[in-house]
């Protein structure tokens, strides 16, 4: 989230009392409700965001009084961004299931979010994020990266293969060698530049880098 970013809220379209904002938050409205035992008044809140297991966020809200859950980056989309040709699906430009932003979305087709999962290598473990390490087979160069779609568009790797040398299906990848940094990875890079001449352990950590 950009530091000082605006948020802006909306009312959901056909759901009365519930708002949401251009930085992907829910929330209720003040409201008034009436009883045989009077009216009580209750006061609006911020909504708890839930991860559904597949590195996207859920919310419950209720609709025609039955409650329901419903995933954040679909409502923000279809109260911020409009969608003439009625597109299905709603991607995520930087990739991250998380980052529900409106600025981070964007209606499209099944096809076009299929290629973009192929290109930038979504998965449910590199959307919430899981480090690791590149080694440069020209350089001996050790870097740390985030995640595997985080590297890939730094050093121009499709995340892909960046994963199978990970899983051991293939050797390296755009001239580099990777292993998840588990806690144990110190050792294995240690020894790995010690198996191909590596004098030391220098390593150089990338931050965040943005298509």
Known sequence: MIKNEEEIWKSLPGVPGIEVSTLGRVRTLDRVVSS????QFIK?????????????LKVSIQINGKWT???VHRLI?????????????????????????VSNLEFCTSSYNAKYRE??????TESKGHPLFAI??????VLHFRSQQEAGRAIGVNPKNINNVIKGSRKTAGGFWFLNDDGHAVDVVKSKLHDVGGTGLKIKHRA???K
């Open 136 to 141: 440069s087979l020209d350089t001996l160069e």
């Open 44 to 56: 609006g809140r911020i909504l708890k965001q839930y991860d559904d297991h597949h590195g996207y």
């Open 208 to 210: 965040s880098i943005k």
């Open 77 to 101: 989309a279809q109260t911020f961004i409009p969608n003439p040709d009625n597109l299905p699906q709603v991607n995520h430009k930087d990739c991250d299931r998380r980052d529900n932003r």
């Open 36 to 39: 045989e035992n009077g009216t």
């Open 69 to 71: 859950m419903k995933r």
């Open 119 to 124: 290109k930038f290598g979504i998965s449910n």
